[in-house]
T-cell receptor, first 118, second 112 residues
Framework: GAVVSQHPSRVICKSGTSVKIECRSL??????MFWYRQFPKQSLMLMAT?????????EQGVEKDKFLINHASLTLSTLTVTSAHPEDSSFYIC??????????????FGEGSRLTVL | DAKTTQPPSMDCAEGRAANLPCNHS???????VYWYRQIHSQGPPYIIH???NNETNEVASLIITEDRKSSTLILPHATLRDTAVYYC?????????????FGQGTTLQVKP
């Protein structure tokens, strides 16, 4: 199946710094990628939809200036957590949709990136 | 947006079939039902999806009721490695950016 890779898988940073997480589709092109956040023992919460070459669409309640998303190519989307604080500590997961037809092709998920802000 | 309702947890004996139900009574005609599962702190791999016909692949079967208001994911011979959280999701939107909104899922515990 299609492979989505996230990097880094784990990152620890100090409060106030910015952290960038990469999401790559390794063997397919993805015009659309999605970013999720998951707190312990909770479900995945959609943060934003990232479209190649255009601005991301954020879900209600997600600060776009806090979570910067860039989808510069058909195989790469990045999420930057700016001025991170301990409450931003979470598991961040991306998914990528194959550039297939409207109702074909499942979304493939990366393995997630665990962010710990000290 | 159509939402799904799943039991929070289920148990299943190893080797037996695991039947995971999902209600999606507000699903619209062009929305698909997707199933994913998540094993502790990993990205959730895709299992199966369907529109109105029953579907089967090498991992599971998906049975969708005729009125499409509910579905059941069937793992034919559950193993201990099938212990995970299973998410039933209805595909939102009618554009190529259709997104997946996760509910709380069902935690399946397969017991020896």
């Amino acid at each position: 199946g299609a492979v989505v890779s996230q990097h880094p898988s784990r990152v620890i940073c100090k409060s106030g710094t910015s952290v960038k997480i990469e999401c790559r589709s390794l063997d397919f092109q993805a015009t659309t990628m999605f970013w999720y956040r998951q707190f312990p023992k909770q479900s995945l919460m959609l943060m934003a939809t990232s479209n190649e070459g255009s601005k991301a669409t954020y879900e209600q309640g997600v600060e776009k200036d806090k979570f910067l998303i860039n989808h510069a190519s058909l195989t790469l989307s990045t999420l930057t957590v700016t001025s991170a604080h301990p409450e931003d500590s979470s598991f961040y997961i991306c998914s990528a949709r194959t550039s297939g037809g409207l109702y074909t092709g499942e979304l493939f998920f990366g393995e997630g990136s665990r962010l710990t802000v000290l | 947006d159509a939402k799904t309702t799943q039991p929070p947890s289920m148990d299943c004996a190893e080797g037996r079939a695991a039947n995971l139900p999902c209600n999606h009574s507000t699903i619209s005609g062009n929305e698909y039902v997707y199933w994913y599962r998540q094993i502790h702190s990993q990205g959730p791999p895709y299992i199966i999806h369907g529109l109105k016909n029953n579907e089967t692949n090498e991992v599971a079967s998906l049975i969708i009721t005729e009125d499409r208001k509910s579905s059941t994911l069937i793992l034919p011979h559950a193993t201990l490695r099938d212990t995970a959280v299973y998410y039933c999701i209805v595909r939102v939107g009618t554009s190529n950016t259709g997104k997946l909104i996760f509910g709380q899922g069902t935690t399946l515990q397969v017991k020896p």
